[in-house]
Nanobody, 126 residues
């Protein structure tokens, strides 16, 4: 079992940056692929970014490509989401999630993931 705790959310002006962190419990963190999702009020949870178990493969939603960067530090059991050039439409609760996947599988839907954090609010003002 993996427990995930997000942090780093907050209020930022458009054009600003934030770095989200997701700390994982357990000794098997390095065997999980990790993802970030977000959910705005009244909307479904949507994929943001994916990183494989080693950090060697990443994938992004088109809406954040070139602005957000996902990374991981396996010895520290942590995954990050660096968010630059933030826009008001990036406002949402951001969730990290862990998935056990086959080699080469990229997971972009919530049902692919086994464990979820509680979320952290990101608000971007115009």
């Amino acid at each position: 079992q993996v427990q995930l705790v997000e942090s780093g959310g907050g209020l930022v002006q458009a054009g600003g940056s934030l770095r989200l962190s997701c700390a994982a419990s357990g000794r098997t963190f390095g065997t999980y692929a990790m993802g970030w999702f977000r959910q705005a009020p009244g909307k479904e949870r949507r994929f943001v970014a994916y990183i494989n178990w080693s950090g060697g493969s990443t994938y992004y939603a088109d809406s954040v490509k070139g602005r957000f960067t996902i990374s991981r530090d396996n010895p520290e059991n942590t995954v990050y989401l660096q968010m630059n050039s933030l826009k008001p439409e990036d406002t949402a609760v951001y969730y990290c999630a862990a998935a056990r996947l086959g080699i080469g599988t990229v997971a972009t839907t919530p049902s692919d993931y086994n464990y979820w954090g509680q979320g952290t609010q990101v608000t971007v003002s115009s």
